[in-house]
Each structure stands twice: as C-alpha cells, then as structure tokens.
C-alpha cells in the first residue's frame, strides 16, 4: 500500500546531506516542519520551512528539552486517517497528519567516546528524538521513518518513482532500522551508565552493533555471516583500515583479532603468526625483522597461510621478509610507504592498519554466545611479577625468568590444554587445544624437532629451553614430557592436589619451577 509524503518533520544532528534532502522534499511539494539548527540549516539552503512551535502554538522551553513532546506532533505521527475515531480527534484538536519524520540523535556515543564529563553525558541523551522514531515507526502503515543520513537517497528514489509516495514494504524496512537505531542508542546509554556505577554485570543487559560487512560466508561456505562493529572503543581488526586485498573471510577476521591480541602483550618490537586461532611462532626482538625470523622458525610449516601480526610501524624490509611467505593477512599498527609498495605486489594479501595498539592489560569485557544466552566476562588479566613463586630448590636465572614470562604470557593466548616451549625471547613449540596437557607437551616438543630438522640442526629447539603450562600439571608426566623435550626451566599456576610430587619431579631433575597463582585458560 502506497501512501503519499504532504507533510515532513525534520530534526536532526548530523546535517550531512540535508539540503539537498530538503530540497527535494519542497519540489514534491512537501510541508515541511522542523526544529532548531535543523530548520536555520534547511531556510540557509532556500527550503521552506515552518518552525515546530509555530505548528504547535507552543515555544521550545527548558533550553529545548521540550519542543517536540506536543499531542499535535504524536498525533501527527500517531494518527490512523482510516480510522474514524482517530480522524475526528485529529479534526477536533486540529492535528495535521506528519508523512514523513526525518530523525538522527543526539551524539550520545560520539560524546562518551571522546571522554565527557557525567553531566555532559547526561546532556546528550536524546529524549525527544527517540519518542518520534518509536512513534513513528509504529505507524509505518502511513509514516516513513529516516533515521540514518545514508537513507535519504534511497527515500529520494522511492518517492521519485511513486510520484511522491512510498510503499509499505519500503516503509517496514525503515521502521525495523528506525528501532535498531533507538535500541542501539538505549543499549550504548545503559552500558555506559552500569560502567559509571561499577556495574558490569547488571540485572539487564543490553548489546548492540552496526553492520560492517556482510561476509561471503562463515566458519563454513554453508553458513551466512556478517561483521558488526560495537562495545567498547579498542584498536584491531573490527576498526581497521583495509589498504588492500581480497574481502576478509569470517576466519580471517577471528584468527587476526588473536594474533593483534597476542602481539599488543610485548613492549619490545614482536610478531605473532596465527594459524586457526593458535600462535605457531611469536618473538620479541630488537627489531621488527628479527622479531618475524625468530617467530617463523618456530613452525614453517604452520605458517603457511597463516596472520601475520607486529606491534610496531611495519618497515620495507621485514614486509620483504614476510612478502616470501604466503600468507593471509597482515596487520599493524602502522606501515610505512616502503613496505606498502613492497606488499602491494601480492594483490590478495590483505593488509590492515590499526592506527594504534589495544592495552593488552587493560579493563573490558570479553562475550561470547552459546545455546539460548551470553557467557560475558572480564579480560584475561596479565601476569604480574610480583605474583611470581620460585619452589625448586633451583632458581630460574634471569634469562630463564626472562622466557618463562615470555612463554606463559604467549600460553594465555593458546587453545587449551596449552604447553609452550620458548628460548630467547621467541617459541620453538606450541602444543594447543589437546584433551590431555601431556598430549600437548608431547606436540609441542614434536613441533620443536620438527622445525629444527627443518633448519639443519642438530638437536631439537626445545632443549635448553622453558616451557609455560597454562594450567596446573594435574601430575607429573606432563612435567617429564617437558624435561625430556630439553625445557631447564617450567612456570605453571599451580594449585593442584599433588603439586608437591610435580616439584619433587622437577628437582630430581635439576630443573627450575615458577609458579603463578594464575591461570590461563582459553576455549
């Protein structure tokens, strides 16, 4: 059912495209009622325009937090013509049925992000424009509702081909934006509210994104998948620039978000390299070149097809380096114009560019979905020095302590049960995500063999190195499988039942044991 547009109300904030809009409208002859900066914007731009208080009889008061909240705008809005008892109330209290209703809110999130005071926060909660867009899409029988700038174009092709009218299927859809809109701005109020008060769990919680990019498919060809932006304000992967390549995959896109997440941990210059959600080699060196040697020793193999992540401006030369290898994604923080022209010969790479890094230690919430509900929890917090306990009779020496730090922050970012073997500042095996942490041990000492027989050398890469234990060895064989790969040094949380039979095991051995008091779990 097609219904003709006599009569608009137009208030808004972001004014990018309005005039143009405005005019348009006043071609087909549309009345045209407006607010404020919307209606000086619109007069500037030679559009009639009548003020909302002359249409009303009533003045905008309380500085304009009361302008719109008028019985003639919601029963223009409200009204049903075909209705009898709505026409007569309409004609007796003299309300003029409103066609159109063009309405985009308070910058209430743009305020927030960019750090406001509680009272000016306050300030930017719309009120009335959130009341029209409800009541306006409820009637979307008779009212098209606009509530996004990028809209009015395809308002403007509708009412071209409908001589001035728009369709009813037309106006659902923007009815269904017009309450994700309004859910969105309630949602972004409500987190930021329950942040202020120390809240994070609260007895309602609301969740909301804008839609990025529709992906080709999922996990699967099978499966449809979207990219939606939203939460809190953090550099990665979702906020990236895209500078070149293919169209990310819903796989592209997880496994870069880990290797940026793992990456952004280390002060010195780093590189991470993910393969399905998993590190196969991460260093720290003085510089981004060895940085990236030192993480793809760990495992070639793996690397193939694999996200390459660094935490520093990416320079001509490592992106040389990383140009032989065939991989999916690149992501920094920054890349430098040498290395652009060096990455821009393999046209499918995708190349992602940050502009910053995420504060790997910092506060924030963590949600993932499951059948019928939400798990929602707070970050992976970071190991602390201070919580670090020696219990062999063996200290670790600084270089030990050195790599254990190193190995156990890297296991914080493998797939449960995690074992990983690290010297000089890199990984030399990754066992993760096996149903039996001397499993992963094991893996992750073949990994070590594996890679050095690919190097030429002589002995496996995991002797004289440490290894991390994400969780506590639940008994001694997981330890041994480490002290046979050749690790001197092991750091592990601790906790368990026979805690003392695993570091009676490691000084027999002679080797060093670090425990943590932390755990780091990840499924």
Known sequence: MSHKIRRALISVSDKSGLAEFGRFLAQHAVEILSTGGSAKALSDAGVPVTEVSDHTGFPEIMDGRVKTLHPAIHGGLLGIEDNAEHAAAMK???????????????????????????ATAIENIDIGGPALIRAAAKNHDRVT??????????????MTAGDGATSLEFRRRLAAAAYARTGAYDAAIATWFNGVLGEPFPGRMAFAGTLKQRLRYGENPHQDAALY????????????????GKELSFNNLGDTDAAFELVAEFEAPACAIIKHANPCGTAMADSLGQAYAKALACDP?????????????????????????????????????DARAVLAAKKNLRVLVTG??????????????????????????????????????????????????????VAKHVKSNAIVYAKDGATVGVGAGQMSRVDSARIAAWKASEAAETAGLAESRAVGSVAASDAFFPFADGLMAAIEAGATAVIQPGGSMRDDEVIAAADDAGIAMVLTGMRHFRH
């Open 92 to 118: 007796t209290h003299a309300i003029a049925p409103i066609d159109l209703l063009v309405v985009n809110l308070y910058p209430f999130e743009a305020t927030v992000a960019g750090g406001a005071d509680f």
């Open 145 to 158: 509702v606009v509530v996004d700038p990028g809209d009015y174009q395809s308002v403007i092709d509708e």
């Open 229 to 244: 932006v939203g939460g809190e304000a953090r550099p990665g992967v979702a906020a990236a620039e895209q500078i070149q």
């Open 301 to 337: 193999v793996s690397a193939f097809g694999g996200i390459i992540a660094v935490n520093r401006a990416l320079d001509g030369a490592t992106a040389g380096e990383i140009a032989k290898l065939f991989a999916e994604v690149v992501i920094a923080p920054e890349i430098d114009a």
């Open 356 to 409: 910053a890094m995420p504060d790997a230690g910092g506060a924030g919430m963590v949600l993932r979905s499951l059948a019928g509900g939400y798990l929602l929890q707070g970050r992976d917090a970071a190991l602390t020095a201070e919580a670090l306990k020696v219990v062999t009779k063996r200290a670790p020496n600084d270089a030990e302590m050195a790599d254990l730090r190193f190995a156990f922050t």
